[in-house]
Structure formats: C-alpha cells, structure tokens
C-alpha cells in the first residue's frame, strides 16, 4: 500500500483518521523507513508488520484521535526472552512509529499531494516539531537532482531530532503496446501491484473488448509514444506479437529512454526485432520480459514480467547509482536494490 492510496482516501472521506509512520529502524523490520498505514472508522490502509503490532497500534490511534495530539511509539523486539515481541513476532528488531490524527493541516497537505501527484509531481511531505507538541508541516516537490531532495536527505539525513519526512510520488505508469489476452492478464496484475496502466493499438476491436486499462490510445505504433506522452518515467511493455508493428514502436520509443522497457517474445523473436537498430546508450533492454522462473501461460508469464517490474520500481533512480554501478553504502537499507549487471538488469546487494 502506497501513500497515494491513502492520500486517496483522506481525499474522499471526512472521518476520523490517524496516519502510522516507521521513522526508525534497527535490526530486522518486516518495512523499511518511510512505510506509512492508515487507521480510519471501519477499517486500515497498508501495513507496518506481519500483524503483531496492528492492533497495539489501533487502540492508541483511537485515543490519539480523541484527544488531538500526536505520539512517538518505540517496540522494541530485539530479546527473544520476551514472550510478548522477540522471536514471538518473527521480527526482531527495534522501530519508531509516529502517529498523526489526520485533520487541520495535515488533511489538506494529504489532499493537496493527492491533485499534485494526479499531475505527475514527486513531492516530499516534511515535519518539524513544534514546541509543546505536534509538527510543522511542509510539501515540497521532490526533485531528483536537487540538493534538498528527498533521495538526498536518506544520503545525509537530517540530525535534528524529531524531524522526518515521507516521499509522496505518483503511481508509475505501466504502457503496453498491444492488446491482446496475455497483456490482458499482465494489466490485471500490475493495477494490483500499484501501476496505472496505459495501452496502444491500431486494433480499434482489441480496444473496445474491455480491456482492463485506465488510458487507451487507438493509434498505429509510430503515434503511440505521443499519444500517450511516454517519458523517463514509464515502464514500457512491447507485447502485440506483430514482428512489424513491434519494431515500429520499439523504433520510436527507444530514444525517450523509459525506465523500463521490455518485450513479450521468445529470444529468437528478439533478435529479429532488434536487428540492427540503434540503442541509447546505457538504456537496458528486457527481452524476453520477466523473472526466469519457467512461468508458461498468460498468468505464469504475467507473474514473471510483473515481479520484474517491482523489482525495477524498488531500486533507486539512475541518477543515484555511483560510478562503479552500485548504489552507494548509506542508501542499501533503504532501497529494496543492488548493482547493474552488464546487461542492464539489477543484482541484489544481499
């Protein structure tokens, strides 16, 4: 679950609600730094653990709202002779969890990113204790290359205690190039894995059938890219099965240079497809699309690809990768990624 889901909500209902933040880890943590849940009337958005501290977590949220003030939580789960956490949980390790009764301010900071991130904007939300009790808020764009990004504050974190912030971006955009039954069932998979999905044909039928997209574009693959204004940002999928209109996408889609870009297609299929075309340099290739774990079918196949997505969302942006390929010491905990294989892919670090 992704602070946009929640901003989401906040946007939608006006009941009460209470924002759950891991600021701090140490040791094991089932989420890393920055994972956010929600506890509103009737129910919870995301997660923080397994479940072992869910419902600890609600019954201070509900006094927390009826009283208007923010708290600090520590659980610390680290001794395996505490019947209560330790090894008990499975966890093992020790975090710090803020949480924030969400009104005033902080309700129409999360509405406002909502419209913002709508837009395609990156933001950062930041807080700053007051004194006597509560923050001062603050969104931001988040820049990428800007010195007071949020990618810049995990390198150098801020020392002020008490001060955090939580990155707030759009849902990535997943564009496939073909509407056929196999994208069909790589669509259904990637919306639940939270990416909005686009498509493009010249096949007005395969359009009209349903197929499980929030943006279609009916054009022929050299209008695509334009039709759906793909970006650096977009995670590309080529998956019509039509040697010729394949490469004719594939031909005008390479220069923009999406952060990923991969084809449906046995390796043979492939090397037909590619042959002889001009490659940006530095940008990789995933062909055949997905993990390599013998998936056969539209479903097995779908996992596969879709895994591979996550993966490549989970990793930080090309800008932070170091000279030698690898992402630098203090941003291993807290990115999910490793360092590029020669052919572009992502090694874990573990």
């Known amino acids: ?81 505490d019947a209560g956490w330790g090894e008990a949980v499975g966890c093992g390790g020790k975090i710090t969890v803020v949480l924030e009764p969400v009104f005033g301010e902080l309700r129409s900071l999360l509405r406002q990113a909502k419209a913002r991130m709508d837009g395609g904007e990156s933001l950062v939300l930041r807080r700053h204790p007051q004194q006597g009790a509560g923050y001062v808020y603050r969104l931001e764009e988040d820049k990428e290359d800007a010195p007071n990004s949020f990618a810049s504050q995990v390198k150098t974190p801020r020392k002020s205690e008490g001060t955090f912030a939580t990155p707030l971006v759009p849902k990535p955009r997943l564009v496939l190039f073909g509407a056929g039954n196999d994208s069909g069932s790589i669509a259904e998979l990637a919306a639940r894995a939270g990416f909005r999905i686009a498509v493009a044909d010249w096949r007005e039928a395969r359009l009209r059938d349903g197929f499980p997209a929030q943006e279609s574009a009916l054009c022929l693959p050299d209008e695509a890219p334009s039709e759906l204004d793909i970006s650096i940002h977009d995670y590309v999928l080529i998956c019509s099965h039509s040697l010729l209109r394949d490469r004719q996408f594939l031909e005008r889609v390479a220069p923009l240079r999406p952060r990923y870009l991969g084809i449906v297609g046995s390796k043979a299929r492939i090397a037909r497809l590619t042959e002889a075309l001009e490659w940006p340099e530095g940008l990789p290739l995933h062909a055949p699309a997905g993990l390599p774990i013998g998936g ?43 360092k590029r294989q020669p052919d572009g892919r992502l090694q874990s670090l573990a």
């Open 1 to 81: 679950m992704s602070m946009y889901e929640i901003c989401c909500h906040v946007a939608n209902h006006d009941g009460p609600a209470v924002l759950a933040t891991l600021i701090a880890v140490e040791g094991h943590s089932y989420r890393k730094p920055g994972a956010a849940m929600l506890f509103y009337s009737g129910g919870t958005l995301g997660s923080l653990s397994p479940g072992c501290l869910e419902s600890d977590l609600s019954l201070r949220a509900e006094a927390l709202w009826e009283h208007a003030r923010t708290e600090s939580v520590e659980y610390d789960m680290r001794s395996s002779d």
């Open 296 to 338: 056969e079918g539209p479903e097995e196949i779908a996992v596969s690809i879709v895994a591979e997505l996550i993966r490549e969302k989970r990793a930080f942006p090309r800008s932070l990768w170091n000279e030698g390929g690898a992402i630098d010491e203090g941003l291993r905990d807290l990115s999910g990624g490793g």
